[in-house]
């Protein structure tokens, strides 16, 4: 498969925003996630959309300053920050699952996000 690229990290204040892109791999059908994982931690769950963009999820941790979106038009995948916090920092992970699979199976190369206090 072909490996989603990110960008648009980097340093910001918090309370700042910041937006992601992930350039997705042309499988539209396909449900998009993005985790992270913080220094010394586990990777997680971040958000996720539906091929469909009609079904969103979100960890707790960033529901209501988090959003998801996704243009498969122009094949493109954005996780849009705002109202940033020290512990969001971490890199920042697109991963991409199959339709009608359980697992994300593609992930890319991630993308640093450093909030400063």
């Known amino acids: 498969q072909v490996q989603p690229v990110e960008s648009g990290g980097g340093l910001v204040q918090a309370g700042g925003s910041l937006r992601l892109s992930c350039a997705a791999s042309g499988r539209t059908s396909s449900t998009y996630g993005w985790f992270r994982q913080a220094p010394g931690k586990e990777r997680e769950f971040v958000a996720a959309m539906d091929w469909s963009a009609t079904s969103t999820s979100y960890a707790d941790s960033v529901k209501g300053r988090f959003t998801i979106s996704r243009d498969n038009g122009k094949n493109m995948v954005y996780l849009q920050m705002n109202s940033l916090k020290p512990e969001d920092t971490a890199v920042y992970y697109c991963?991409?699952?199959?339709?009608?699979?359980?697992?994300?199976?593609?992930w890319g190369q991630g993308t640093q996000v450093t909030v400063s206090s």
């Open positions: 991963a991409v699952r199959p339709f009608g699979t359980v697992h994300f199976d593609t």
